[in-house]
Protein backbone atom coordinates (compact mmCIF):
# COMPACT_ATOMS: atom_id res chain seq x y z
CA UNK A 1 0.00 0.00 0.00
CA UNK A 2 1.46 3.93 -0.44
CA UNK A 3 1.08 6.37 2.60
CA UNK A 4 0.61 5.79 5.97
CA UNK A 5 -0.16 8.18 8.51
CA UNK A 6 -0.52 8.20 12.41
CA UNK A 7 -3.62 9.48 14.21
CA UNK A 8 -2.90 9.56 18.19
CA UNK A 9 -5.92 7.52 19.32
CA UNK A 10 -8.69 8.97 21.61
CA UNK A 11 -8.22 12.53 20.92
CA UNK A 12 -11.71 13.21 21.37
CA UNK A 13 -12.08 12.50 24.86
CA UNK A 14 -9.04 14.80 25.82
CA UNK A 15 -10.57 17.30 23.61
CA UNK A 16 -6.96 19.50 22.79
CA UNK A 17 -5.31 19.56 20.18
CA UNK A 18 -3.23 16.91 18.02
CA UNK A 19 -0.95 16.34 15.20
CA UNK A 20 -1.53 13.78 12.18
CA UNK A 21 2.32 12.53 11.41
CA UNK A 22 3.66 10.67 8.55
CA UNK A 23 5.15 7.82 8.53
CA UNK A 24 8.47 9.38 8.96
CA UNK A 25 7.09 11.32 11.95
CA UNK A 26 6.66 14.09 10.03
CA UNK A 27 3.77 16.64 10.93
CA UNK A 28 1.25 16.61 8.11
CA UNK A 29 -1.72 17.97 9.49
CA UNK A 30 -2.73 19.62 13.36
CA UNK A 31 -6.46 18.81 14.39
CA UNK A 32 -7.92 21.73 16.73
CA UNK A 33 -9.65 18.94 19.10
CA UNK A 34 -11.13 22.19 20.94
CA UNK A 35 -13.95 23.23 18.45
CA UNK A 36 -15.58 20.10 18.58
CA UNK A 37 -16.59 20.01 22.22
CA UNK A 38 -17.78 23.90 21.48
CA UNK A 39 -19.32 23.50 18.57
CA UNK A 40 -19.37 19.66 17.21
CA UNK A 41 -16.99 20.63 14.47
CA UNK A 42 -12.66 19.47 14.04
CA UNK A 43 -10.68 22.16 12.25
CA UNK A 44 -8.37 20.67 10.25
CA UNK A 45 -5.08 23.01 9.46
CA UNK A 46 -1.81 22.22 7.34
CA UNK A 47 1.28 22.49 9.19
CA UNK A 48 1.38 26.72 8.47
CA UNK A 49 -2.03 26.50 10.38
CA UNK A 50 -4.54 26.90 7.39
CA UNK A 51 -7.46 25.62 7.72
CA UNK A 52 -8.00 23.14 5.20
CA UNK A 53 -10.73 20.98 5.96
CA UNK A 54 -13.87 20.56 8.56
CA UNK A 55 -15.81 17.47 9.80
CA UNK A 56 -18.62 18.37 11.31
CA UNK A 57 -21.39 16.41 12.74
CA UNK A 58 -24.76 16.93 12.04
CA UNK A 59 -27.83 17.46 15.06
CA UNK A 60 -30.37 16.64 13.69
CA UNK A 61 -30.06 13.67 11.43
CA UNK A 62 -31.60 9.92 12.28
CA UNK A 63 -28.03 7.99 12.53
CA UNK A 64 -24.64 9.62 13.07
CA UNK A 65 -23.96 11.78 10.64
CA UNK A 66 -20.71 13.55 9.70
CA UNK A 67 -20.09 16.16 7.10
CA UNK A 68 -16.51 16.79 5.80
CA UNK A 69 -15.56 20.21 3.67
CA UNK A 70 -12.51 20.18 2.41
CA UNK A 71 -11.23 23.99 1.08
CA UNK A 72 -14.60 24.84 2.21
CA UNK A 73 -16.10 22.54 -0.28
CA UNK A 74 -18.42 19.96 0.74
CA UNK A 75 -16.66 16.38 0.23
CA UNK A 76 -18.70 14.24 1.84
CA UNK A 77 -20.81 12.55 4.28
CA UNK A 78 -20.10 10.01 6.48
CA UNK A 79 -22.97 8.35 7.62
CA UNK A 80 -23.91 4.80 9.52
CA UNK A 81 -25.61 2.35 7.61
CA UNK A 82 -28.99 1.30 9.10
CA UNK A 83 -29.70 -2.42 9.60
CA UNK A 84 -26.04 -4.14 9.68
CA UNK A 85 -26.48 -6.34 12.39
CA UNK A 86 -23.77 -7.90 14.38
CA UNK A 87 -20.97 -5.49 11.95
CA UNK A 88 -21.10 -1.54 11.81
CA UNK A 89 -20.84 -0.38 8.74
CA UNK A 90 -20.18 3.54 7.55
CA UNK A 91 -20.45 4.88 3.98
CA UNK A 92 -18.81 8.18 2.84
CA UNK A 93 -20.95 9.48 0.77
CA UNK A 94 -19.17 11.61 -1.48
CA UNK A 95 -21.16 13.78 -4.47
CA UNK A 96 -21.27 11.26 -7.87
CA UNK A 97 -20.92 7.74 -7.67
CA UNK A 98 -17.67 6.96 -6.04
CA UNK A 99 -19.06 6.27 -2.34
CA UNK A 100 -16.72 4.85 0.19
CA UNK A 101 -17.54 1.52 2.42
CA UNK A 102 -15.73 1.44 6.34
CA UNK A 103 -16.17 -1.81 7.40
CA UNK A 104 -14.19 -4.34 10.04
CA UNK A 105 -13.68 -3.94 13.91
CA UNK A 106 -14.49 0.11 13.23
CA UNK A 107 -14.07 0.22 17.03
CA UNK A 108 -10.84 -0.87 17.93
CA UNK A 109 -9.80 0.72 14.86
CA UNK A 110 -8.70 -2.37 12.69
CA UNK A 111 -11.18 -1.86 9.38
CA UNK A 112 -10.70 -0.98 5.81
CA UNK A 113 -12.00 1.29 3.51
CA UNK A 114 -13.34 0.51 0.31
CA UNK A 115 -14.26 1.69 -3.62
CA UNK A 116 -16.67 -0.73 -5.42
CA UNK A 117 -15.64 -3.69 -3.34
CA UNK A 118 -11.49 -2.88 -3.96
CA UNK A 119 -9.87 -1.66 -0.84
CA UNK A 120 -8.05 1.76 -0.87
CA UNK A 121 -7.54 2.44 2.48
CA UNK A 122 -6.88 0.09 5.90
CA UNK A 123 -6.63 1.00 9.85
CA UNK A 124 -4.44 -0.88 11.56
CA UNK A 125 -3.23 -0.30 15.41
CA UNK A 126 -1.37 -3.90 14.92
CA UNK A 127 1.13 -2.50 13.16
CA UNK A 128 2.44 -0.25 15.41
CA UNK A 129 4.34 -0.13 18.85
CA UNK A 130 3.16 3.15 20.13
CA UNK A 131 1.03 2.81 22.74
CA UNK A 132 -2.60 4.74 21.73
CA UNK A 133 -1.76 5.16 18.49
CA UNK A 134 -3.17 3.87 14.73
CA UNK A 135 -2.42 3.87 11.20
CA UNK A 136 -4.22 4.54 8.41
CA UNK A 137 -2.59 2.84 5.32
CA UNK A 138 -3.84 4.67 1.42
CA UNK A 139 -3.59 3.47 -1.97
CA UNK A 140 -1.93 5.90 -4.00
CA UNK A 141 -4.53 7.89 -5.89
CA UNK A 142 -6.75 8.40 -2.84
CA UNK A 143 -7.42 11.61 -1.53
CA UNK A 144 -5.26 11.31 1.73
CA UNK A 145 -7.31 14.17 3.42
CA UNK A 146 -11.23 12.75 2.33
CA UNK A 147 -9.97 9.18 4.04
CA UNK A 148 -7.80 11.06 7.48
CA UNK A 149 -11.32 12.98 7.70
CA UNK A 150 -13.31 10.05 7.30
CA UNK A 151 -11.56 8.25 9.95
CA UNK A 152 -11.86 11.35 12.28
CA UNK A 153 -15.77 10.97 12.00
CA UNK A 154 -15.65 7.75 12.35
CA UNK A 155 -14.02 7.91 15.53
CA UNK A 156 -16.26 10.68 16.63
CA UNK A 157 -19.46 8.57 15.97
CA UNK A 158 -18.06 5.31 17.91
CA UNK A 159 -17.14 7.35 21.16
CA UNK A 160 -20.02 8.93 20.93
CA UNK A 161 -22.06 5.56 20.98
CA UNK A 162 -19.90 4.53 23.39
CA UNK A 163 -20.83 7.50 25.93
CA UNK A 164 -24.60 6.64 24.98
CA UNK A 165 -24.10 3.19 25.81
CA UNK A 166 -22.21 3.87 29.52
CA UNK A 167 -24.63 6.87 29.91
CA UNK A 168 -27.19 4.13 29.34
CA UNK A 169 -25.90 1.40 31.79
CA UNK A 170 -25.33 4.25 34.67
CA UNK A 171 -29.11 4.91 34.78
CA UNK A 172 -30.17 1.45 34.45
CA UNK A 173 -28.32 0.60 37.25
CA UNK A 174 -29.98 4.08 39.30
Partial sequence: MGIMYLIRERFFAIGDDFDVLDENGTKVYRVDGKAFSVRDKLVIEDPDGNEV???HRHLVALR????????????????????????????IDVPGHDDLTMKGDLLDHEYVIELDGDEVAAVSKRWLTVRDTYAVQLKSGVDPL?????????????EREAEKHDKKQRDDEN
Avoid: N, Q, W
Wanted: a neutral charge; hydrophobic letters at 50%.
Fill in 53 to 55: ATV
Fill in 64 to 91: PTYEIRIGGEEAAEVRKKLFTPFRDKFT
Fill in 146 to 158: LILCSVLALDLAM
